[in-house]
């Protein structure tokens, strides 16, 4: 199905004409009625009500089938039983009509006679060109053109704002939920229409500024990311993700596989395509306000302006927690505050003014310092605090008024956050809410959790550098396609020793490996290698090698060899008697101070992701791990090393050598070309994978293959 | 100084009679004016101002001096000038008064004569029996009784808790910070009254059901929180802990001590106290009115009941984040519940009530679907979710009234907590407030947190058993005073070897430790104890061992030994020039798979701190350490060993055996005895400890001795 264009996402926001099929006779408070609902509002399109008796309701003539109609309106809201809707929609389609929106519930929501009815829906407006949103949606509501289909009625406050959602309630509680809204469309189950659609038309509308998603789960997730990543070039996109089930992912095979939880998957496309993730409601709703008010956010350096030096500390609490700095004042900032208090009295950031404005005129001295602080070129955002409290006839009205939003007003280019104690009170937030230049948040940690974002989203988001991913030219793909359509003839689904050959193609170093099928080769093999050095053990059928027992570092001699050899064989023989034992393998032994994973596991939306982590206990107890969408850029492959918990112990971590970390990203990018390259590859561990002064070389690995 | 009697706290918040020293002859708006806002609040009690002019102000009597007053006040207010102040104070002992506020401020928040000046006045008061709060408060309010004394005026929502604070912002603006209070202390710089005796007053005063505390630091540590160990078995204590700088560990010499930083520190207390510690100024407000609403909570499992799905998957995120559960329904709760719905829809937690409601009656099925819910025993709450639009003249408030509010009534032994979505709308928020039986919240995850907390308080807190902390008797105590004793006249600080000796002496499993004079001792005893060894240097100027090549692991025989000798003598000759080089350390060398650090740390006002973590790369890179204040229960040690981020190591992971716990919390016991019975140690490690599965032995300590 092609992208809803532009004129269709108009036909459905704001048509001239809509039809209601299955306008119910029962009217008045309770009933939920779409028909009664668009009188109230005052909509403007013509409203041609439908349904099987044909009596006038509300005043309104009523059709007994939308073939009766005099013209073809541009919209259908269809709000009949299940059973009732295919008949309904291939009505329309008879008719002509081109945008269909399916309010009714009870299909691949609900059971397998309602999978069965929403799949011929489907394939009744295949090739059509008509489109249809829903069936199990709420409908749609446009705020900035008083268009709303949908069985429940709403104040919504007009804002810049296009909500795409999977659950009604995030247009009826849009007030609350993301502050008011533009246009907010209800997807439904999305049999037609889905989150792709709708974000490259809200992309497109001039009217939006800012996105809002709320999303259960997704289908077409490759073509959703494209999109996103253009879009959020331009406006920024929020997303709230509910269900964080992990279930989707104790099934898999490999290490990487288990390490990547449906979560990670989401959160690694989110931030593939400048999406930003909301914490939780609260941020969703904070973030709506901020992204409509402040323009930007030029660095990271806040000052503070407060009445209560208790309340500045929790608020250079807040800076830190989110990363922020408190702005070091210039010296003439400093000069020109200190006039303004006692002598014993050493002014800073915070600005504690209350030493300052007790007995004096306090509001004026507020509002000076404040400019103050807005004039040093050191500040990039200045949060205001002070009470709500009328004490002693000092009016925190005029402190906003005259103070924040003038201050506001006259610098656009510095987000002023007040933090009023008591915000609530006397209309604070409101006045504020009006002025539309500055947002009332109640507590600092939400200020800072905005300032963060702003800062994200105009450093990190907005202006990123359109880079390439990785192509390495020296990759032998030919070679690789033959050893998996081997082992798919073959009929094997885990390649274990084959892999290293995989990675070797793809450029990636491997240790040398040979295969001894007995003791003496084990013997000759090792003398031409040269002690010390590692055995594992053959056999297809030991999947977990080190816990099976078929595994020994550090071999020094033939004696150790001799002894470890049968070890090994007693102890497979013992923990996988079903083995088919090939022999076992001999390698260099080369100890590392550091050791990593780097592996894969193919999403079915998002395709391949990328895992990269510190090798044993750091992965599996302190899931030391991250995660990318492939393909990668190499700046990509560089964060990935960077942000995990225990980077430093790449970058000469007590005495020991920095680690190659460009051999180490080349790395990661090239295994990231390779599971592009081959979709075929399902999941994918190099471990471990180990990591030194001079060069990276790969030590073990494994693939899952479908 | 003895703690505040109830007497002494009840003649500071209720006096009968107050002066206020230095009543300002300006009065109006913005004068900040004690005596007009008393006045204003309608105070019974006596008001004598005081000033040098002695003319009336306000139709009021005014006295030159408080010896000139026709009785003695229960209480004096000084306001005047810092340098004013000792002049002020020296009359009101002389007329006899016994309890003093000081509100001015530029004493030991300021600069070296403030600091200068608070001394004297600390003399001044010191044996009198006089009590004196500040320098440098904003007073106290008492909502409970109306009495006011402070330089600002503010409206407080009367509630039954109390607020100690060392802000004045927490007393103005407790309405939004503390939801209101009842009575609300100011200690300012606490010369004279501190933290522990308004806790302990708190903890008396009947009137006083919750207490809230804002700190920034403390002195006299141990006082505050012996006492707060017996009140927060009666009252929740939640403290707001401001000012995170993590400044004061940096000097640390030993590991345990730069790995416990101040905040860490506070944390300890915390815990030990049953002290709840609010992550934020939201919190801080959600729990007081939750502490004061809901009367406990069974359990973790939590029913849902919901208008939109979609918020009902939200809830569900929500109650995971806060470790609770989703309730499974009986069998019974569901059968009653599925008559309301339509057979495709099946009915569950979270009962997602849109397929039943609508086009039916929808505030009687909600209110029926919460009644069926509440009655289920295996439900211990029950969050309501719905929307405050009047959605189709759905009318939200007799939900809130005839469902909510009513149902909260009906079993007051299940917390029902309502998440409206717009919850600020249509005056819900004030309906929920004044039933004193549900709170409003306007989002899913503030709602887990609450929940947690009041699980928290009512089953961790509040009837936490009275165990005893560990004290072994088989401890070698004078051992041990003999070492330190000698160490100190040899004017040692830093304690190498030794300090195996002391932990022997407190029944610690060390490693039998030799020490070779050169190579030909070190073959004869490496021949005694058996291959393979551990060697390490013994030089008192060598701090980090490792780092300096001073210790080698798994010597196998005498060329190995040494050669490692020779290697290690010039390492140590290179690294650290200045050390003079004792001999070696030889030791049985015991491969570990676990390796842990118990150490502690002495704090200033808290006394020792233990520390317990993984040893190696988990403590210092992942920061896989916790913490406890000395002495020990047996229960908090296992605690320590189950709560660091990689516990399921000690329980027999991937194959290996469980570790003896039993072994490693008896050690853990005993380091904490040995620092509670010699104070000298300020630091100590013990780092690391190898935990076997039948024994655990230190096989390196170090402890700092002042």
Redesign the interface.
């Known amino acids: 199905m092609a992208r809803l264009t532009l004129e269709q996402y108009y036909n459905f926001i704001d048509p001239k004409s809509v039809t209601i099929i299955g306008v119910?006779e029962?009217t008045?408070?309770?009933?939920?009625?779409p028909l009664?609902?668009m009188l109230k509002d005052g909509c403007q399109a013509r409203i041609y009500p439908v349904n099987i008796q044909g009596r006038d309701i509300l005043g309104q003539k009523v059709y007994k089938s939308v073939l009766n109609l005099p013209e073809v309106p541009d919209l259908a809201f269809i709000t009949v039983a299940r059973n009732a809707v295919l008949g309904a929609v291939k009505e329309c389609l008879q008719k002509g009509i081109k945008s269909l929106i399916v309010l009714s519930?009870?299909f691949d929501d609900?059971?397998e006679?309602?999978k069965a009815l929403q799949r011929e829906i489907s394939q009744a407006i295949a090739g059509t060109g008509t489109r249809l949103l829903g069936p199990n949606t709420l409908g749609l509501i446009n705020a900035l053109d008083n268009f709303h289909v949908s069985?429940?009625?709403?104040?919504v406050p007009p804002k810049a704002s296009g909500v795409i959602?999977?659950?009604?309630?995030?247009l009826?509680?849009s007030?609350?939920?993301t502050a008011g809204m533009g246009v907010g469309i209800d997807i439904g189950n999305a049999s037609d229409i889905d989150f792709a659609d709708v974000l490259s038309c809200f992309g497109q509308d001039p009217r939006i500024k800012i996105i809002d998603i709320?999303m259960?789960g997704i289908r077409g997730g490759g073509d959703f990311l494209e999109i996103a990543a253009q879009v959020s070039r331009e406006k920024p996109i929020l997303v709230?993700k509910?269900?964080?089930s992990e279930t989707g992912s104790k099934a898999a095979i490999s290490h990487s596989g288990s390490l990547t939880g449906e979560d990670h998957v989401f959160e690694a496309a989110f931030r593939k395509a400048g999406i930003m993730r909301m914490a939780?409601?609260?941020e969703f709703q904070d973030l709506n306000k901020a992204f409509l008010t402040y323009k930007g956010l030029k660095g990271k350096r806040v000052g503070i302006i407060t009445?209560?030096?208790?309340?500045g500390?929790?608020a250079?609490?807040?800076l830190?927690q989110y990363g922020l700095e408190v702005a070091r004042l210039s010296r003439e900032t400093l000069e020109r505050m200190q006039e303004f208090f006692?002598p014993?009295?050493q002014v800073t950031n915070p600005v504690d003014m209350w030493?300052a404005g007790?007995?004096k005129?306090?509001k004026e001295i507020y509002v000076r310092l404040l400019q103050i602080l807005l004039d040093d070129p050191q500040v990039d955002a200045v949060i205001c605090i002070y009470?709500?409290?009328k004490?002693?006839?000092?009016d925190p009205m005029a402190v906003i008024t005259e103070g924040v939003i003038s201050e506001a007003k006259r610098r656009t280019d510095k987000p002023v956050l007040p933090w009023v104690?008591?915000?609530?009170?006397y209309g604070i937030s409101r006045e504020l809410e009006q002025s539309g230049v500055a947002i009332g948040l109640?507590?600092?940690?939400?200020i800072a959790r905005v300032l963060a974002r702003l800062y994200q989203y105009h450093h990190e988001i907005k202006d990123r550098s359109e880079e390439k991913p990785l192509v390495f030219q020296d990759v032998q793909r030919q070679l690789v396609a033959g050893i998996i359509d081997n082992a798919r003839k073959n009929s094997v689904k885990i390649l274990g020793s084959e892999v290293l050959e995989i990675l070797q193609a793809y450029g990636i170093n491997v240790i040398s490996t040979r295969l001894a099928g007995n003791k003496e080769e084990a013997f000759l093999l090792a003398g031409e290698i040269g002690y010390p050095v590692v055995m594992k053990i053959s056999s297809p059928q030991v999947v977990h090698k080190t816990?099976s027992g078929g595994v020994r570092l550090n071999i020094k001699n033939e004696t150790e060899l001799s002894l470890a050899y049968d070890e090994m064989l007693a102890a497979i023989k013992a923990n996988v008697p079903e083995a088919r034992i090939d022999g076992v393998f001999l390698q260099k032994y080369q100890p590392a101070h550091l050791e990593v994973i780097i592996g894969s596991k193919r999403d079915e939306e998002f395709g391949p992701v990328i895992v990269f982590g510190q090798g044993g206990?750091?992965a599996e107890?302190?899931k030391?791990v991250t995660f990318r969408l492939a393909p990668l850029t190499a700046k990509e492959a560089r964060e990935m090393i960077g942000e995990l918990?225990?980077s430093?112990?790449f970058y000469g971590w007590?005495?020991m050598p920095a680690a190659n970390t460009d051999a180490l990203a080349e790395s990661i990018g090239r295994v990231a070309q390779l599971v592009v390259d081959f979709p075929e590859i399902t999941e994918l561990d190099i471990n471990p994978l180990a990591v030194g002064a001079d060069a990276v070389v790969a030590l073990d690995a494994r693939a899952v293959i479908k």
Not at 28 to 33: E, K, N
Not at 151 to 155: E, L
Not at 421 to 425: A, S
């Open positions: 119910s029962k008045g408070p309770g009933m939920f009625h009664q609902n519930q009870g609900a059971d006679e309602g069985f429940v009625d709403s104040d959602c999977q659950s009604g309630v995030f009826v509680g007030a609350d939920l709320h259960e709230l509910t269900g964080k939780d409601l609260e009445i209560s030096g208790g309340a500390i929790a250079i609490d807040a830190s006692p014993w009295f030493p007790v007995k005129e306090l009470g709500a409290n004490m002693s006839g000092f104690i008591g915000i609530n009170q109640p507590n600092p940690e939400r816990d206990i750091h107890v302190h030391d918990k225990s430093k112990m007590r005495g």
